[in-house]
């Protein structure tokens, strides 16, 4: 329970927040962790480019919900394939396997849930943070995927 009703006022203006480089040349932005809410929940921005997405993977510890926001997605959960667009709202329950694609000709802009929190260890651990003088993705090389794929046991995520 958050007894610092100041922990209540958290507010993350647009630009600001912590943004990382993902695989698929994701670009995540931190709106809120789980240090800000108690645990309870991790919020971020994602901008997916044409042709990005992460690799199918499992959350064993949190469910992870997407909010579309602009552009189009193909969202795969448990074996359903889902043609996402702007204004949807998708759940993938913890122990579920999913992943998304932007198969269209224009960036995604999702926010993606978790709850409770915690994978924001992960995402700061494995991936690449965004600095104002690199406008482009680095490149995925076979460290980077050894780095993520290593971190996911600890964080509870599982590759497939």
Sequence with gaps: MIKDLAALQILTRGGEGRSLWGPG?????????????????FVLEALVPPGGGPPPH?????????????????????????EATAGDFIHAPRGV??????????????????????????FTECL????DQQPDPPEVTPEFIARMVEAGPRHGVAWG
Excluded at 60 to 79: A, P
Excluded at 105 to 122: D, N, V
Excluded at 128 to 131: E, I, L, N, Q
């Design 25 to 41: 040349g994701d670009r995540y932005r931190f709106l809120v962790t789980g240090a800000e809410t108690g645990n309870s929940s």
């Design 58 to 82: 499992i959350h064993l510890k949190e469910d992870e919900f997407f909010y579309l926001l602009e552009g189009s997605l193909t969202v795969h959960v448990g074996g359903r394939t889902i």
């Design 97 to 122: 396997s999913h992943h998304y694609r932007n198969n269209g000709a224009i960036p995604a802009r999702m926010l993606a849930m978790f709850t409770p929190a915690g994978m924001e260890h992960w």
């Design 128 to 131: 690449v943070p965004v600095s």
